[in-house]
């Protein structure tokens, strides 16, 4: 069992920047792969970042690359989403999963456990 939050989201103009936060529980929060999706109303949810276990691999969808970091701080339980130059396209509820594996993956059926999701909203 895995409970996951997160915080952060809110409403930042075009090209600000914003850095979401997950908080995981539990003692082996280090033996996950994380990773970020975000959906809007009526759309797949769709793959946004990834990092292994030990942070030494990410993974990016193409249509944030160059603009969004991910990060984990393993003593803190804390996986980041670095968002900078964001755009209005990038407005969506964001959702932080565990991958119950080292390995990360840009597939969210392989993702066993999610958060509430937060709000991110760009105006132009």
């Known amino acids: 069992q895995v409970q996951l939050v997160e915080s952060g989201g809110g409403l930042v103009q075009a090209g600000g920047s ?18 970020w999706f975000r959906q809007a109303p009526g759309k797949e949810r769709e793959f946004v970042a990834a990092v292994t276990w030990s942070g030494g691999t990410t ?9 969004f970091t991910i990060s984990r701080d393993n003593a803190k339980n804390t996986v980041y989403l670095q968002m900078n130059s964001l755009k209005p396209e990038d407005t969506d509820v964001y959702y932080c999963a565990a991958h119950r594996a080292p390995i990360p993956t840009r597939n969210r059926d392989e993702y066993e456990y999610w958060g509430q999701g937060t709000q991110v909203t760009v105006s132009s």
């Open 18 to 35: 914003l850095r979401l936060s997950c908080a995981a529980s539990g003692r082996t929060f280090s033996t996950y792969a994380m990773g």
């Open 59 to 67: 993974l990016y969808a193409d249509s944030v690359k160059g603009r």
